[in-house]
């Protein structure tokens, strides 16, 4: 920041990010974003989603490109294989978002990544999801995440990166902490 | 009844209005201090009744006054802590004008107008010294909570005699909640401890209190305006401490060692079912991470300070023991739980404060203590108003003396902006 020369590059703009800080605790009501994305069932078990508008600094957007998501179910589910299973988008989601927040706070904290891969296990009993026994959750008995991390900076730095960045993570607040999902047929 | 007139109405008469009048008397500036009970109201009146500081006795240096008594390293109960302030008083000879409650603070011209239920005060300059705990905080998922459950907040907690036998949930856990956690356990109750985030301390560390540690390193002497982010730093929880005579740690794993039940933070109530976080495991490892640093810091200046060889040596406390899978929720109806006590915090009570000083949160917006908005108004006694020890009975000393200074220059018609306060120094 200001005072500190930064040497680490990590590709992440972090005076923006602090400067929307200053700039949204003035102007609360620009903070509020709305995610969207829209699906549409192909066939079987297979569907489309679309990610392309979001709203948020009041106002509308558009990403650059219009974003395609195809998911499916496996053979053992009597299914074709045409895209990744739901919950492997949740997976997908939450590892990219604590990544994300890898990256962002390592450049706060003048930290240069060399390389960032992890891997994400979730456990499932599909007793829950075939209706078998109810004393079972359709959804994950638990996730764990694994991180291999090289960057300039100690064992504990990095673990306290790691922390932090599941802190700041709207993916992991999501999966740790309940919603309200409201779900509507017009 | 008429209106009497002083040059600074100090409205609290706690440590922070007692230092402050101490520094005024100093500058020979005319006050009076309003307090609505007695000295150290909030001590006597709002508090638990096993509570004691969690500073020891040493580590209380009032502007002309400290302890004196044979137990440096001891904590102070309640009676003792009022008994040490009721002397402070005495010893300042504080122009406290008790059972004064204050219903009302509006500007006045070039200053201000007190209303009190025992009449109102004119005055040039105003400091609000009516501490930082006045309210506890109560999320407000605790509506939902099913009738059958009793409910306290920590300023309704006094001791487990209160409480209906069976399971206790503790939401909270810093000092107060592991405290209360602890001592209902203790005394029969199955107790579990809903965890946030909270920063876990060593009572005792290389054979001394780690409040000497901090003081000594100059961790309470950080300044509020040079931390990188003040209004976290005022938002973090109280260190997990205890005072007790055996000077124990009491952290989660000390909880675990008795029996109490760890899940994560209370995160909502669906059908008479508490449902609780699952970052519980991320809570505890950014706890255990922020003691190491902490422990490191301490480290670091023992070593430049020649301190290696006369102190115990470094050390680390296990990291905290988590279960495999926490549960993710508890069922409020089947009787296992009886009763909920929120340890959530505590919030000021500023509902008489009507002047424009207040930020979208209810926040008083202040630098350092003064309040911009409001010339001649000074905030004193809150967390990291000026220091990290802004908060702590030995800590209010110092703030009182730079905002005296400051206060003093705003009588005199000096510029306040000119005011430079040089850390931690006080006036001859």
Known sequence: MAESESTANNGVNVEALLGARVA????????????????????GTFSQSTVEGYFGLGENHKHKTTFKFDADHPAVFASEDRG??????????????????????????????????STLEDGMDIQ????????????????????????????????????????RSAVYDIVTNPTNVTVEVN | MTVRTTTTVVIGGGQAG?????????????????????????WRTERWDSLRLLTPNWQSRLPGYGYQGDDPDGYRNMPETIAFLDRY???ISAPVEAHTTVTAVRTDGAGYLITTNQGDWRCRTVVLASGACNIARVPALSEALPAEIDTLDSMQYRNPEQLAPGGVMVVGASATG???????????????????????????????????????????DERYDEVEDIVRARKLPSLQLTGTTGRTTLDLNALGAIGVKLIGRFAGINDGKAQFSGSLRNQCAMSDLKMGRLLDTIDEWASENGLDGEVDAPSRLEPTVVEKSP???????????????WATGYRPD????????FDRKGRIRHDGGILEDAPGAYLLGIQFLRRRKSALLDGVGDDARDLSAHLAAYLDGQDPGEFVVTSGVAPA
């Open chain 1, 84 to 117: 990744a299973t739901p919950v492997e988008y949740v997976l997908v989601g939450l590892a990219s978002c604590l990544t994300a927040g890898i990256a962002a706070v390592a450049q706060n904290r003048d930290i240069q990544l060399r390389s960032v891969t």
């Open chain 2, 18 to 42: 007692l230092a402050m009048s101490r520094c005024l008397s100093e500058r020979a500036i005319d006050h009076v201090v309003l307090e609505r009970g007695e000295v150290a109201n909030s």
């Open chain 2, 89 to 91: 008083a005495e010893v």
């Open chain 2, 350 to 357: 500023y509902s008489w404060l009507e002047l424009p000083v």
């Open chain 2, 327 to 341: 549960p993710l929720g508890l069922n409020l109806k089947n009787g296992e739980i009886k009763t909920v006590i």
């Open chain 1, 24 to 43: 949204l605790a003035d102007a609360p009501e620009a903070a509020k974003f709305t995610w969207s994305a829209s699906c549409e069932w192909k066939d």
């Open chain 2, 178 to 220: 592991t405290q209360f956690a602890d001592e209902i356990q203790r005394a029969g109750h199955p107790v579990t401890i809903s965890v946030g985030e909270h920063i876990r301390a060593p009572r005792v560390y290389r054979g001394r209190d780690l409040e000497w540690w901090m003081d000594a390193a100059g961790v309470l």
């Open chain 1, 128 to 167: 829950g999801i075939l209706g078998m026994d109810s004393d079972i959750r359709n959804g994950f008995d638990g996730i764990k995440v694994s991180y291999k991390i090289d960057a300039d900076a100690s064992q504990k730095d990095i673990e306290a990166l790691v922390a932090q960045s599941q802190k």
